[in-house]
């Protein structure tokens, strides 16, 4: 009935929860500010894609690090860029020095205000050419 302190110490440990520590590598990647309507397109590309390989919208978004709400407050950039690009250009010209906002209001109003646009808006999203993204009039 003789125990060693060293059978003691392995029971206390036992008992005893062991931490897990999580890991932050994706927590602390690098958020960069796209500061033109390229660059939307560039980031709603990647998500488009990384959706597409059978992840989720949310976990496309994590991985590069974006907010939901700022992809869909952007999203009529892209989406206008692939509906109509000849729209899309002419938006382009007159943009000079306004918001990345603004010029997102503005692409959403070029995509309703032409029907066969939005048509053809609507047949993007639905067969997965364009995100599955739910705005509020929608």
């Known amino acids: 009935m003789s125990t060693t302190s060293s059978d003691k110490d392995r029971k206390k440990r036992k008992k005893g929860k062991a931490k897990k520590h999580k890991s932050k590598k994706h927590d602390k990647k690098q958020r960069t500010r796209v500061q033109n309507p390229k660059q939307v397109v560039t980031r709603y590309n990647k ?19 974006v907010d939901r709400n700022t992809i869909v407050a952007t999203a009529p950039i892209a989406e206008l860029f692939i509906v109509a690009p000849e ?4 938006l382009e010209k007159n943009k000079q020095g306004q918001k ?3 010029f997102a209001t503005q692409c959403a109003a070029a995509i309703s205000a032409d029907p066969e ?3 053809k808006f609507k047949a993007y ?5 364009l995100l599955p993204l739910k705005t509020k009039k929608d």
Do not use: H, P, V
Not at 125 to 129: F, M, V
């Open 100 to 102: 990345l906002s603004l």
């Open 47 to 65: 998500i488009l894609r990384l959706f597409r390989r059978g992840g989720t919208m949310s976990a496309a978004f994590k991985r590069l690090g």
């Open 125 to 129: 999203k639905s067969s997965g050419k």
């Open 87 to 90: 729209r899309y250009k002419e």
């Open 117 to 119: 646009t939005e048509e």
